[in-house]
């Protein structure tokens, strides 16, 4: 049987794993974290869940809301936020533009440990180079470990990442790669003892450093935890900010979310208070093309670099790259366990 190494467990590279697993070829996914998720991560805090990466997501292309109707049946998605609101001036109010949100339950990370079931994957693994041996594939981890021998390899890992690896193999990769840029993003989160005096469950402030202000326990399955902050940067203050410490970020963010709120609806003192840095959080121009990249010798690349920056955007990539590799993987195989070789 054919096996395709896929490096990064993302949900465009998990995409791309269950399409070949319903194709039949076998398949082993790598990812440099603990364990499947990508911006679809949740972080466990004491007596909260709070989502740090992508905080809902829509389905505008058919084939994603055909997958998407699976999920809300069995549970694993409803509909969050009921609206989004935004602000103007010091005065927020529901945004109605006819799209439906939808998120994970009980957390974003849900999703993506449902499409990891089954699938085997080398978790603290990052693989820091390629090799070609003939027709397979081989590759190198940060430790020295060898994997292999692959009959393709996708990489889902953000384009400045995945041009290190294609660099010594194809020039024009490598090239698509470095025209992508990605914006960066902090992302912070605070858990509180009381409860916001503020209708919304979700926000977008319309000026200063916040792009999105999401309130955890006011989406499905986390109704019983206490209130809880997301707070997302925009991609310019993020990029002017980069070399802040989350301690540092977590607490501008909030000091801007206080300056933006009416005095009686301003947060007090945050229980805990923490953040993220995601630096390659979104592509700022996406590129052209069908939402991937594939060569005749098995090499490709998906997420939401080549196509739009949206959650269900990666999902599709990641998808058409799956069924593009099914349809160029040879049916014999070239032999290898996939496993760790001295």
């Excluded at 794993?17 to 991560?41: N, Y």
């Excluded at 805090?45 to 505008?60: C, H, K, M, N, S």
């Excluded at 058919?62 to 699976?70: C, E, Q, T, Y």
């Excluded at 103007?88 to 109605?96: F, K, L, N, V």
């Amino acid at each position: 049987m054919p096996s395709i190494a896929i490096i990064g467990a993302g949900l465009a590279g998990l995409a791309c794993a269950r399409v070949l697993q319903e194709r039949g070829l076998d398949t082993t996914l790598f990812d440099k974290a603990r364990g499947p998720g990508g911006r679809l991560s949740s972080r466990r805090l004491p007596e909260a869940v709070v989502d740090i990466g992508a905080q809902y997501f829509t389905a505008r292309h058919a084939d994603f809301r055909r997958v998407l109707s699976g999920w809300q049946d069995s549970g694993l998605v409803a509909p969050w936020p009921e609206a989004l609101w935004a602000q103007e001036g010091q005065d927020a109010a529901p945004r109605e533009d006819g799209i439906p949100r939808y998120c994970a339950v009980p957390r974003m990370s849900a999703l993506s440990r449902h499409l990891a079931e089954g699938l085997r994957l080398h978790a603290r693994t990052r693989i820091q180079a390629l090799h070609r041996d003939g027709q397979a594939w081989w590759l190198e981890s940060d430790s020295g470990e060898r994997f292999g021998p692959f009959a393709a390899v996708a990489i889902g890992a953000p384009p400045p990442q995945a041009q290190a690896l294609v660099a010594a193999h194809d020039a024009e990769l490598a090239r698509a790669c470095g025209e992508i840029e990605q914006a960066p993003c902090w992302a912070a989160y605070a858990l509180f003892d009381a409860p916001l005096p503020v209708a919304w469950q979700a926000l977008r402030p319309g000026r200063g450093p916040l792009a999105f202000v999401g309130r955890n326990h006011t989406k499905p399955g986390r109704e019983h935890q206490g209130e809880s902050l997301t707070l997302h940067a925009t991609p310019t203050w993020s990029r002017d900010h980069l070399a802040l410490s989350p301690e540092a970020a977590a607490t501008a963010l909030l000091d801007a979310l206080a300056a933006i709120l009416p005095a009686p609806a301003r947060p007090d003192t945050p229980r805990l208070l923490g953040a993220h840095r995601w630096r390659y959080a979104r592509p700022i121009c996406p590129a052209e093309g069908p939402g991937f990249r594939l060569t005749r010798h098995g090499l490709g690349l998906c997420g939401d670099g080549w196509t739009e920056g949206r959650v269900e955007d990666a999902w599709r990539s990641g998808h058409l790259l799956g069924r593009a590799l099914a349809e160029l993987t040879p049916a014999s195989p070239i032999g290898g366990t996939q496993c760790p070789t001295p």
